[in-house]
């Protein structure tokens, strides 16, 4: 076996300072090493061009190297100061958002050419739909406790109590918030340290990762933007439970929250992995209710800690009325007619398609048994007729259900960031439907699943992007299909 080259430019674990020059999609930097041997490409993700940065590299190629970042040596001359707490989940919020959508753009763009095969995309551009809100536009935060901590000033690890979000790219050191970091409720986050001196108090431990011990695990909020609630849940072990008084701790946060307190659920997760709640844990309700109610377009949702739903409610509506748009392009082609909508989720597209069309049958399948349910109960609340719901794969669902071929003339797809299976998508295309309309929250395997479109007759119409979460490198995609009979 021939020996592997090896890497001439750099070495894992070596630490390199850089300088940002380009931007590739999934928010990876690019830098260049120069020399008399030629340019070798470094990636570093959250990073924009014109930063100086500290990275550590964790993976080295013959042409390439992925790096984990470090610091930020030097801003650069794009970003502006916000008044905000930096955090992971907002790697960009120093850019302008005119200068996000441009980088989010291009990048997403370039990938329906390399990927995709689509060279004329520009051309079926149609628009980037912009979020209504830039800042504190999330309905969901989850804060970690940690038993070991971050000094800003020395910029190492300390033994402290806790609060706040994981240090990026170290699973096992905490970053206490102390003040709001511009994504979720600023009445919550302002009071992030006075919940966790609270805590603190109680002199019962956070968690410990490296230990896998402690008591305290997470502390999750999540809002309604119908009603302005708030709804908590405290996520600890089970140890030491008797010497942590749940009813003081809910009285605690009815003072600070006042009628904005829906409910405190308090959940218990022994396990040592770091998911918020356990598969086997259990949860209780300690006062108030278990659920918020949420509203998109006229429809109203009920939300519980478990349940799924967007977490930018408010550009949610913006992407289903993207989606609802493509499908009802020539509107003749969906009313009194089948609309399937594969991989459904709570069914909230299907709701919503069914209330702007006429005698519309939409069936909906979606392998997560508790999304079903949430699905079916929103049906019921909403008072929406012609909707089916199905607990089932849906290359399962499409082999055992032969019959809706040539039947269905529109299908909605929205599967998870992995794209679809290549199977599932041949069962998809053999029922023949005249139009597809595809939003994907990961282009990168939509436009994988594009090129097999295009192979098996069907071609673009139209792509738009929506920005669901500002600030990060994440951007919705909507393509409309449409089968080409030439």
């Known amino acids: ?13 070596q630490i390199l300072e850089l300088v940002i020059e380009d931007y590739a999609y999934g928010g990876k930097g690019i830098a260049r090493i120069r020399s008399e041997e030629g340019v070798f490409v470094v990636f570093v993700p959250n990073t924009i061009p014109g930063q100086k940065v500290k990275a550590q590299v964790k993976k080295s190629s013959k042409n390439y190297a992925e790096c984990k970042l470090i610091d930020v040596l030097e801003n650069s001359k794009d970003e502006i100061s916000v008044p905000y707490q930096d955090i992971p989940g907002a790697p960009y919020i120093q850019l302008p958002i005119n200068l996000q959508h441009a980088y989010k753009k291009e990048s997403t763009l370039s990938l329906f050419k390399r990927i995709g095969k689509v060279t004329n995309i520009e051309e079926l551009f149609d628009e980037l ?4 809100n830039v800042f504190h536009y999330r309905n969901k935060m989850e804060y970690g406790f940690s038993a070991i901590g971050y000094d800003r000033i020395n910029k190492t690890d300390v033994d402290i109590f806790t609060l706040g979000f994981k240090r990026r790219g170290v699973w096992w050191m905490g970053d206490n918030l102390n003040k709001d970091s ?3 409720d600023t009445l919550v986050e302002d009071n992030i340290k006075v919940i966790r001196k609270y805590c603190e108090a109680s002199c019962l431990p956070p968690w410990h990762g490296p230990k896998r011990e402690g008591f305290f695990r997470f502390f999750v909020v999540r809002k309604s933007y119908k009603t302005n609630r708030l709804l908590f849940n405290l996520v600890t072990t089970s140890k030491d439970l008797n010497k942590f008084d749940l009813n003081a701790f809910s009285e605690f946060l009815q003072d600070i929250f006042k009628e904005r307190f829906a409910g405190l659920v308090h ?3 022994d396990e040592t992995g770091d998911r918020t709640l356990a598969t ?3 949860s209780k ?5 278990n659920k918020i109610v949420e509203e998109l377009l006229g429809l109203n949702f009920e939300i519980s800690m478990k349940s799924f739903f967007q977490t930018n409610p408010k550009s949610a509506e913006k992407l289903y ?8 392009e020539n ?17 909230t597209i299907g709701q919503i398609l069914a209330s702007k069309s006429t005698n519309t049958k939409i069936i909906g399948v979606d392998i997560v048994a508790s999304a079903i349910k949430d699905a079916e109960k929103n049906v019921k609340r909403n008072n929406i007729a012609g909707l089916k719901f199905y607990t089932a794969d849906v290359g399962k669902f499409l082999y055992e259900h032969p019959e809706y071929k040539n039947k269905i003339r529109t299908i909605i797809l929205d599967p998870s960031r992995a794209g679809i299976a290549p199977k599932t998508l041949q069962k998809i295309i053999a029922i023949n439907a005249d139009r597809m309309v595809y939003v994907s929250c990961n282009p990168a395997t939509q436009a994988r699943d594009t090129l097999e479109l295009i192979n098996s007759g069907y071609e673009i119409k139209k792509i738009s992007l929506v920005d669901q979460f500002p600030h990060t490198s994440h951007i919705e995609t909507v393509v409309l299909f449409e089968k080409n009979n030439i």
């Open 285 to 289: 309700l300690i006062a108030g209710e």
């Open 280 to 282: 086997s844990g259990s």
């Open 1 to 13: 076996m021939p020996r592997r080259e090896r890497n001439k430019f750099v070495k894992r674990g």
């Open 331 to 347: 509107k003749e082609s969906i009313d009194n007619s089948i609309v399937m909508d594969l991989f459904c989720g709570t069914g």
């Open 321 to 328: 009325l993207k989606v609802l748009d493509y499908a009802l």
């Open 182 to 184: 511009g994504l979720f």
């Open 267 to 269: 959940s218990i997760n």
């Open 129 to 132: 739909v912009t979020s209504p």
